[in-house]
T-cell receptor, first 119, second 113 residues
Framework: GAVVSQHPSWVICKSGTSVKIECRSLDFQATTMFWYRQFPKQSLMLMATSNEGSKATYEQGVEKDKFLINHASLTLSTLTVTSAHPEDSSFYIC???????????????FGPGTRLTVL | QQQVKQSPQSLIVQKGGISIINCAYENTAFDYFPWYQQFPGKGPALLIAIRPDVSEKKEGRFTISFNKSAKQFSLHIMDSQPGDSATYFCAASDNQAGTALIFGKGTTLSVSS
């Protein structure tokens, strides 16, 4: 089946630093990747949609200058949290959708998530 | 974001009982309705999904019932087991347009032994 990985699985950083999270589709090519944020005991909230080779589309209320998304290839998208603050502490989850015509196109496959703690 | 409303927020079921979680959506363009199971500290895992051309789909102990006219769908877990204790999310998307999944708020299920 389609597998999505995330790295790192958890990260602790100091306030004001930047953190990069990688999302990879391991056995399929993904034209579109999505980034979600999940606070404790809450649902997944869509942050942005990332299409390979183009700028990400951010949801209302998500600061594009703070959450930098790069989708440089069909298997890799990165989320960089710039100048992180304690309120950015959350569980960040990516998902990927395969290419049209592939069996993986009609489904979003989720990564295992990255736990970010900002001190 | 288009809303997907999920209920109940929490559910306690005895072992062997039936767990039922309901969702309602607004956007008639939605054409893909999955259910996800999530354990603490883990990413969501696809449990079962349905498309609007069928009214019911069953996989093992899990069944989705879909009512297109009412814009509602539900998850039934038969013979609930303690290992089913987790948070369940319904979701919906417009796959034709390639939009992201929009999630319900989740239901925390506890199956008592």
């Amino acid at each position: 089946g389609a597998v999505v990985s995330q790295h790192p699985s958890w990260v602790i950083c100091k306030s004001g630093t930047s953190v990069k999270i990688e999302c990879r589709s391991l056995d399929f090519q993904a034209t579109t990747m999505f980034w979600y944020r999940q606070f404790p005991k809450q649902s997944l909230m869509l942050m942005a949609t990332s299409n390979e080779g183009s700028k990400a589309t951010y949801e209302q209320g998500v600061e594009k200058d703070k959450f930098l998304i790069n989708h440089a290839s069909l298997t890799l998208s990165t989320l960089t949290v710039t100048s992180a603050h304690p309120e950015d502490s959350s569980f960040y989850i990516c998902s990927a959708r395969g290419l049209p015509g592939q069996g993986s196109y009609n489904e979003q496959f989720f990564g295992p998530g990255t736990r970010l703690t900002v001190l | 974001q288009q809303q997907v409303k999920q209920s109940p927020q929490s559910l306690i079921v005895q072992k062997g009982g039936i767990s039922i979680i309901n969702c309602a959506y607004e956007n008639t363009a939605f054409d893909y309705f999955p259910w996800y199971q999530q354990f603490p500290g883990k990413g969501p895992a696809l449990l079962i999904a349905i498309r609007p051309d069928v009214s019911e789909k069953k996989e093992g102990r899990f069944t989705i019932s879909f009512n297109k006219s009412a814009k509602q769908f539900s998850l039934h877990i038969m013979d609930s087991q303690p290992g089913d204790s987790a948070t369940y999310f319904c979701a919906a998307s417009d796959n034709q347009a390639g939009t992201a999944l929009i999630f319900g708020k989740g239901t925390t299920l506890s199956v008592s032994s």
